[in-house]
């Protein structure tokens, strides 16, 4: 039933709305909370959708942010497998599939889609996209039928899904139009170190080609490239990036790769906010819009935006940060890997233990790493934050005390 409420209105129901409620709650925001979720699951972590969960070692439950009673006893109303498809600001209102949801205040946290390809066959049953626990689910049931698996895309999702498909003992071909893995990195030395990896556990790397075709007679049997090669496979898992879910929205506010707000995650309409994958806010420390499709920010941005709401202070003034696990080896980046002109490592990616340090002129803009402590991974942050720049490249490459080879 539609909410005739005039609390708070959380349109979406991933990490980013969870945490939005909680932080609301705790810092004192009284009145009625909606959430409504075009999902079917109570709001839970993606990140296990690629790893743990689909290789059947964790259960669905272990991923949900918060335990149904939470919501219960912080008297937030949540209003699942319903979708919002309008938005007409000046009235205050939300259209979704169950009817009118009238707002007060309004967090527009939708997430993002994944894109699909526009090949024949890409609408086949056993061609999947991965974003939420029943693509999951389809995906781990699909490759316990299958022998073999084309994983399409070198980002995030396709290197995760290509390592834990590989894991459960399919033969797996990792079908990549660029030239290089986990390119948007733009570190050669990590690409090189994950080809050799993922050519150690017999995934089959096909970079510089695309898919052209999913083809098979009753079911998926094979993907055929434009350059001709055909790879069998009953089963094939696209990852060639998402789209942020704005399409129900117009009317006032401003759209561009994303919902744009500033630092404070105001979109410039009165009293509605937007965070989390769907928002393309205002990063003072690097002075420019950015979109940010990682957990992190999910979770920094949910809870930072759920103070504010409730009247608190807040605002973006923290290090972007993300992580990836494939094979057992796990990366974070820090920083905007976005503009920089060169990259400096320190220590071995074989090794399991080392920084690539990206800096744009002189100043550290970002750090890629493995197999850092706690004490490092906040200092490489520090650094960042206070714009840091080098004093002496060879003292950084050799090792030297961070704090010697960097002047803030
Ligand atoms: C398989 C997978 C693995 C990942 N692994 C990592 C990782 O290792 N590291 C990392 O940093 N990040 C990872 N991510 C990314 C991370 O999970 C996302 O950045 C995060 O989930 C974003 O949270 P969000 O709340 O902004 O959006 P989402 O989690 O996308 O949630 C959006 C919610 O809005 C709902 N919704 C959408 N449209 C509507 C509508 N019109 N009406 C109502 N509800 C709507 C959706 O159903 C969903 O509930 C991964 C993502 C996936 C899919």
Redesign the pocket.
């Known amino acids: 039933m539609a909410s005739n409420g005039t609390g708070l209105l959380v349109?979406?129901?991933?990490?980013?709305?969870a945490r939005a409620v909680k932080a609301y709650r705790e810092a004192g925001g009284e009145g009625a909370v909606t959430l409504?979720?075009?999902?079917d699951f109570l709001?839970y972590?993606?990140?296990p959708?690629?790893k743990k969960f689909l290789r059947g070692e964790s259960e669905a439950e272990d991923a949900l942010v918060e335990s149904e009673a939470f919501y219960r006893e912080h008297d937030i109303d949540v209003v699942l497998g319903?979708?919002?498809?309008g938005f007409r600001a000046d009235e205050r209102v939300v259209v979704?599939t169950d009817g009118e949801h009238r707002f007060e205040k309004l967090l527009i946290?939708?997430?993002?889609s994944p894109n699909r390809l526009d090949v024949p066959g890409a609408d086949r049953d056993e061609v999947f996209t991965?974003?939420t626990i029943d693509n999951?689910k389809a995906i781990r049931d699909a490759a316990s039928e299958a022998r073999h698996a084309v994983v399409v895309g070198a980002g995030?999702?396709g290197m995760?899904v290509a390592a834990s498909l590989s894991q459960l003992e399919l033969e797996v071909t990792l079908v990549h139009r660029g030239k290089g893995l986990f390119e948007t990195l733009r570190a050669r030395q990590l690409a090189q170190f994950l080809t050799e990896l993922y050519g150690t556990k017999g995934v089959n790397l096909v970079l510089g080609d695309e898919v052209a075709e999913f083809a098979g007679r009753d079911s998926l049997d094979s993907v055929r490239t434009k350059r001709g090669e055909v790879y069998q496979a009953e089963l094939a898992v696209v990852g060639v990036g998402v789209r942020p879910?704005t399409d129900?929205l117009d009317g006032g506010l401003r759209i561009d790769d994303g919902v744009i707000v500033n630092e404070r995650y105001e979109t410039g309409l009165p009293d509605v906010w937007a965070?989390?994958?769907?928002a393309r806010f205002y990063d003072p420390l690097f002075e420019r819009y950015r979109r940010i499709?990682?957990?992190?920010?999910?979770n920094h941005q949910?809870t930072d935006v759920g103070k504010l709401i409730a009247g608190g202070d807040g605002g973006y003034d923290i290090v972007s940060t993300?992580?990836?696990?494939v094979f057992g080896v796990t990366f974070k980046v820090f920083g905007d890997i976005d503009e920089f002109d060169e990259i400096v490592i320190r220590g071995s990616l074989d090794d399991g233990d080392a920084i690539a340090f990206y800096l744009s002129g002189d100043r550290l803009v970002a750090c890629l790493l493995t197999g850092q402590d706690d004490d490092t991974e906040a200092k490489l942050k520090e650094l960042i934050a206070a714009r840091a720049t080098v004093s002496d490249l060879e003292a950084l490459v050799r090792g030297d005390d961070l704090e010697s080879v960097f002047a803030r």
């Open positions: 349109v979406g129901g991933g990490l980013a709305s409504i979720s075009a999902d709001p972590h993606r990140p959708l690629s319903t979708r919002a498809t979704a946290a939708t997430g993002a991965l974003r999951s995030f999702i995760e879910n129900w965070v989390g994958d769907v499709e990682h957990w992190s920010n999910a949910g993300f992580f990836s696990e």
